[in-house]
């Protein structure tokens, strides 16, 4: 069973807003960093977002800084990614991955720093 389960994807006009929901099933979400990775089509997987085990610390891609915004609810057991302005080019499948640890830091944009996957939700821009 997947760790995480994510939400709030669908179809949007340029310059439109999307809120994408990762929820933990059956893990504690504020034992992981939590990052958000998404894959257009006929392309490989990117990072787009992470954020601290604390909340204190995140990291965005340089195509989504300053129109994503992302975010944590630990008593929720839920980490929020805000998308703004969304343009045709963030159309893709969006994937929650998370990686335990002690370090309440640590954030990541690179795939292979996080050990479990959500099975993703599609976000379409398009006119």
């Known amino acids: 069973q997947l760790p995480f389960v994510e939400s709030g994807g669908g179809l949007v006009q340029p310059g439109g807003s999307l809120k994408l929901s990762c929820a933990a099933s059956?893990?504690?979400?504020?034992?992981?960093?939590i990052g958000w990775f998404r894959q257009a089509p006929g392309k490989g997987r990117e990072g787009v977002s992470c954020i601290s085990r604390s909340g204190s610390t995140t990291k965005y891609a340089d195509s989504v800084k300053g129109r994503f915004t992302i975010s944590r609810d630990n008593a929720k057991n839920t980490v929020y990614l805000q998308m703004n302005s969304l343009k045709p080019e963030d159309t893709g499948v969006y994937y929650c991955a998370g990686r335990p640890g002690f370090y309440t830091e640590y954030v990541t944009l690179y795939e292979n720093g996080m050990d479990y996957w959500g099975k993703g939700t599609l976000v379409t821009v398009s006119p």
């Open positions: 059956g893990a504690t979400l504020s034992d992981y960093a």
